[in-house]
Nanobody
Framework: QVQLVESGGGSVQAGDSLRLSCAAS????????IGWIRQAPGKEREIVAR???????YYADSVKGRFTISRDNAKNTVYLQMKSLSPEDTAVYYC?????WGSGLDEYAYWGRGTQVTVSS
C-alpha cells in the first residue's frame, strides 16, 4: 500500500514562494510517477507537475517557469518548489502516485490528503 503525506502549505502574499513536500512510503518515488495535483474552489483538479519513475518531468502551462518538481529518493520525498505565487494558485495541493505516465487524473491510484495553499493579493 502506497502512503503519501503532503506538507508545506500555508498562507502567503502574491509574489512569495513556498515549497511543498510529499513524503512517500518506501521506494515509491523511484518506482512510481508522482504528480502534484491541485483543486481550486469551484474548479476541477489540475495536474500541475509530474515526475516519472524514470526522471521525466512535465508541467502544466499555467505553472511553467514558476514551479519546479524534484525528488530525493533517499528520503522518499518529492518536492514542489513554487515561486512568484499569485491568487490564482490558491488551491488544495495533492500529491498522488501511479505506475503509469500520469498524464490523466484517473491514472493515479494513490492520493495524499492534500495541503492548502492560499495566496492573497
Amino acid at each position: 500500500q502506497v502512503q503519501l503525506v503532503e506538507s508545506g502549505g500555508g498562507s502567503v502574499q502574491a509574489g512569495d514562494s513556498l515549497r511543498l513536500s510529499c513524503a512517500a512510503s518506501t521506494r515509491t518515488t523511484s518506482t512510481y510517477t508522482i504528480g502534484w495535483i491541485r483543486q481550486a474552489p469551484g474548479k476541477e483538479r489540475e495536474i500541475v507537475a509530474r515526475l516519472t519513475w524514470g526522471g521525466r518531468i512535465y508541467y502544466a502551462d499555467s505553472v511553467k517557469g514558476r514551479f519546479t518538481i524534484s525528488r530525493d529518493n533517499a528520503k522518499n520525498t518529492v518536492y514542489l518548489q513554487m515561486k512568484s505565487l499569485s491568487p490564482e494558485d490558491t488551491a488544495v495541493y495533492y500529491c498522488a502516485a501511479t505506475r503509469n505516465w500520469g498524464s490523466g487524473l484517473d491514472e493515479y491510484a494513490y492520493w495524499g490528503r492534500g495541503t492548502q495553499v492560499t495566496v492573497s493579493s
